[in-house]
Structures are given as structure tokens and as C-alpha cells.
């Protein structure tokens, strides 16, 4: 079978509608990708940095910084680098360099767990955290023109989900290691793992360079130059504002894996003993569901998104009333059940938003588009501190209630989406 033979399959399109080169782009975004979201994965601040700097005995507030830094960090700059990005003739530059970074920063943090312990560990850890969480929104305003310059539509979203199923694979590998006992969960072996994901990021960034884009226009004669220009498309585009409401609403995907582990009765279990099913639930999950939502996508993201928030309407709702119920959720493994029924939710919202934003909007406008949902998005997951404070004063189950509501009006704004893929 030949390159086009296989793409052709991949993405079920007509083998004489290819252009040339998209097969072998398909290639490198596949490569590329894989290698990236394997090393997000390794490194995920929700379980192994969190158990990581509890084991270096590092404050508990380092640990609560985690995943504020690592989300609106991603997300905030994305505003700021979109007219960098716009002026580039071509895209890959922009991500090959944030992916390069992120390898830099796993490598530090790699380092910091290896040699440094207490709150000095876990501040180099942070602040390795945040240049990684930095780097990664260059790469991430930049992505989406990239795969639109080199993808034709309706074929991005098979593209994206295999890479993130192929990338879950091997990340499923190491959670089943740890679940078994086979691979020691301690300091030093989990270094060596974000170490990995460190090489991955700089891998990829090399791959990535060899995608053939074609050089932009980067002449906008629409554009002044100020910073009402660069937000004037949420203040005239109503499509775009109403995306940008939607994925606010089904961020609450994004936020429930935590509240549903403090529903967990496994309060006699060591926290080491929990992390390999977590991570194996959760990557089983984006194996089994990334693909098929990506396929899904390309073929109405609008429709992804209404029923992957449904589907988490629904999910949060049972988990969060089985939780008020018993007061738990029958210890590591209820947690991980739920945990793997939210994250399939979380994957179809995921590919839905991507995919919609990358095919909703003009070549010249697309980096700017990304970045404006980004920032606000970015501003609305610091907002949601809120919802901690929550579970502390209530308990977890009434939060994971209230995502439900959240996630079902996310679900009913995305009806009033256009079908982007369509046109």
C-alpha cells in the first residue's frame, strides 16, 4: 500500500482528490503529534507532577499551582504571539520552536526531581512547568494554521485523533506497568519518564520542520496594527463569540477529573498504588475515543460538540449523585470507571473545538481567532478556582453536579454553531 493508498484509508477520501505532498504532511502531523501528546501525557500535571513534588515533599501550595500554571499559561500569551504568528510566512517555524522549548523545559524538570528535594525542587519544578506551559501556546496559536495550510477540510479531524489514540497507546503501557508492580513508582524511575517525554518534544520539533507549507501572504491591509484590531473579531463575529461561550461551558471536561478523585473511598490506599489505574482509565479512554471522535468531526464539530457535552452533562450527573448517595465511589476503582467515562467526554470536546475553530475561520484570521478563544479561555480556567473553594465548604459531589448543568447549556449553545464543515 503506498502513502497516498494509506491516507486515502485514513481519512476516507478519494484518492484522486490528494494534493500532492498531503499524504507525506499527513505523515509528519501524524509523527509529530504522536510524539507531542505522548510527552503531554507523561508529564501531566493532574498526576505525575502532582505525585511527584508530594514525593519530593515540596509545599502543598507548589502542588496546588500545578495546574493553574500549566493551563493559563498555555492559553493567556496566545493573544499577545498571534500577530507574531500572522507576520510568518510559515507556521511550522512558530511550533517546531515551542515544541523545542518544552523538551528544554521536561529536561529541567527531569533534572530538578533527580537532584533537588523540598520546596526548592518543587519551585524549579513550577518554574520549568511554566516556560514549558508558555512554549506550548506558540505551538499551540500556530498549530491550526499549520494543519489547515497543509490538510485539506474534512479530512484534519482523523489526523489529530489518531495521533492522540496512537500516542495513548503507549502511554496505556506505562500506567499498566505501575498498576502491575512491575515498574517502581518512585522519584527517580518517573524522572527518567518525563526525561523521555523531554527527548519526545525535541523529536518532534525536528519532524516537524520538514512539513512542506506553503509560503503566506502576510500582508493585511485590513489590520492597523493596534490592539483593537487584533480583538475586533469576538467583538463583530457572532459566531465566534458564540464557539467561545460553548467551550467555556464544556471546559467543566477539563476540570472534573480532580473532584472525581476526591469522591474516591480509597482513603486506606497509598496514593502510589492509585496512579497506575488513573493513568491507565485515562488513556484507555483517549485510545478507544479520539479516532472516532476526530472521523466524527470532520464530518460536523458543531454535532461532536452538542453530543460529547451531553455526554458529559450525563456523566457528571450519575457520578456526582452516586457520590451524594454512598459518599464515595467504591475506592481506585469506581474512581478510575468515572474517570474513564469523563475523559471519552473530555476527547470528543477536545477534537470538536479544535476542529470546528481550524474550519470555521480565513486563512489570515485563524492565528488570531485561536488566540482571542485561547486567552479567554485561559482567563476562565483562572476563574475557576471557584469551584475548589466549592468542594471545600460542600464536598465534591455537589461540584461535579453543577458541571453537569455547565456541561448540558455548553452543549445547547453549540446548536447555534454553523456547519463549518459544510462550506
Not at 55 to 81: D, K, W, Y
Not at 180 to 191: D, H, I, Q
Request: hydrophobic fraction near 55%; aromatic fraction near 6%; glycine fraction near 10%.
Amino acid at each position: 500500500m503506498t502513502m497516498k493508498d494509506a491516507f486515502s484509508t485514513l481519512t476516507g477520501a478519494d484518492r484522486d482528490t490528494i494534493r500532492p505532498g498531503e499524504a507525506r504532511n499527513g505523515v509528519v502531523h501524524v509523527v509529530s503529534l504522536t510524539l507531542t501528546k505522548t510527552a503531554d501525557a507523561l508529564i501531566d500535571p493532574k498526576l505525575v507532577l502532582s505525585w511527584l513534588l508530594t514525593a519530593l515533599s515540596a509545599p502543598g501550595a507548589m502542588v496546588g499551582l500545578l495546574v493553574p500554571v500549566r493551563e493559563a499559561g498555555a492559553l493567556l500569551p496566545q493573544l499577545a504571539l498571534a500577530r507574531l504568528v500572522e507576520a510568518s510566512p510559515r507556521r511550522k517555524r512558530f511550533w517546531a520552536a515551542g515544541s523545542a522549548v518544552q523538551g528544554i523545559a521536561a529536561l529541567g524538570i527531569a533534572a530538578a526531581a533527580l537532584l533537588l528535594s523540598g520546596a526548592v525542587a518543587g519551585g524549579v519544578i513550577v518554574a520549568c512547568l511554566a516556560v514549558l506551559a508558555v512554549a506550548r501556546s506558540a505551538s499551540s496559536v500556530s498549530y491550526k494554521d499549520a494543519l489547515a495550510r497543509t490538510i485539506t477540510k474534512r479530512r484534519r479531524g482523523a489526523i489529530t485523533g489518531l495521533a492522540a489514540s496512537v500516542a495513548s497507546v503507549s502511554v496505556f503501557g506505562v500506567g499498566a506497568l505501575m498498576a502491575s508492580g512491575l515498574f517502581a513508582v518512585a522519584v527517580a524511575p518517573l524522572a527518567v519518564i518525563i526525561a523521555v517525554a523531554g527527548a519526545a518534544f525535541l523529536l518532534a520539533s525536528a519532524i516537524f520542520l520538514t512539513l512542506r507549507e506553503p509560503e503566506s501572504d502576510t500582508d493585511d491591509k485590513d489590520d492597523d496594527g493596534s490592539f483593537a484590531a487584533l480583538v475586533q473579531p469576538i467583538l463583530t463575529d457572532r459566531q465566534l463569540r458564540v464557539f467561545v461561550a460553548s467551550r467555556a461551558a464544556l471546559a467543566v471536561t477539563a476540570l472534573a477529573p480532580p473532584f472525581i478523585v476526591m469522591l474516591s473511598a480509597a482513603s486506606g490506599r497509598n496514593a502510589l498504588d492509585q496512579l497506575g489505574p488513573l493513568v491507565m482509565a485515562s488513556t484507555a479512554a483517549s485510545v478507544l475515543a479520539s479516532y472516532v471522535w476526530g472521523r466524527l468531526s470532520d464530518r460536523s464539530s458543531r454535532q461532536t460538540l452538542m453530543a460529547a457535552g451531553a455526554l458529559g452533562a450525563a456523566v457528571f450527573a450519575v457520578v456526582g449523585a452516586v457520590g451524594m448517595a454512598f459518599g464515595g465511589l467504591g475506592g481506585a476503582l469506581g474512581a478510575a470507571a468515572a474517570i474513564f467515562a469523563a475523559q471519552i467526554a473530555y476527547e470528543g470536546v477536545r477534537a470538536g473545538r479544535k476542529l470546528h475553530l481550524t474550519d470555521m475561520a480565513e486563512d489570515a484570521f485563524r492565528a488570531r481567532y485561536t488566540a482571542l478563544s485561547n486567552t479567554l479561555i485561559g482567563a476562565a480556567l483562572l476563574a475557576s478556582g471557584i469551584f475548589g473553594l466549592a468542594a471545600d465548604r460542600f464536598g465534591p459531589a455537589p461540584v461535579l453536579m453543577s458541571f453537569a448543568l455547565i456541561a448540558a447549556l455548553g452543549a445547547f449553545l453549540a446548536r447555534g454553531l454553523d456547519e463549518v464543515q459544510q462550506t
